[in-house]
């Protein structure tokens, strides 16, 4: 797969407004491994007062809290799709987000430092959400927040 720059991304004034706003966080593909850092960016988010949802296809809990295997599992309303996978899953992730805009709330899709989908995040833009990519959920609350 050919790098590519993101095209589409929040600025800094709009991403300190989704974190303002943003009460719950379903990452996808937070592992169970505390060296890993989908797992270290839980952990802080956590710690920042956050509630984190694991989407991981094994384990039950991750961080004291129950783990999911889709975004669809999910009973109750979330703010933001943190994804922690590879590039060619982020399509499918959005895909799935998008019919679950209305029915779980969410707001915003975040692709993680070192991910860029442009096409995926023109779909996720058009259909209302904030858009980040590239960037770090951690990185970007503490610069603006720590």
């Known amino acids: 797969m ?13 991403i ?3 974190f303002l706003n943003t009460k719950t966080i379903a990452i996808v ?3 169970p491994d505390s060296d890993k850092a989908s797992n270290r960016v839980a952990a ?3 710690s920042v007062g956050y509630k984190i949802v694991p989407i991981y ?10 783990v999911y295997r889709s975004l669809s599992e999910i009973p109750f309303d979330i ?10 899953a982020i399509a499918k992730i959005v895909d ?22 442009n096409e995926a995040a023109q779909k996720a833009k ?10 770090c959920t951690k990185i970007e609350h503490k610069a603006l927040f720590v």
Do not use: H
């Open 29 to 31: 593909g937070l592992s």
């Open 96 to 117: 799935e987000s998008i019919a679950l805009k209305n029915q779980k709330n969410i707001k915003t899709v975040w692709f993680q430092l070192g991910l860029t989908n």
């Open 57 to 66: 296809p094994k384990e039950e809990e991750i961080l004291g809290e129950k």
């Open 126 to 135: 058009e259909a209302g959400f904030n858009v980040v990519q590239n960037k």
């Open 16 to 18: 300190k407004e989704i």
């Open 44 to 46: 802080y988010l956590q």
């Open 79 to 88: 703010d933001m799709v943190d994804i922690f996978r590879k590039p060619d």
């Open 2 to 14: 050919e790098c590519e720059f993101p095209t589409i991304n929040s600025k800094s004034e709009e």
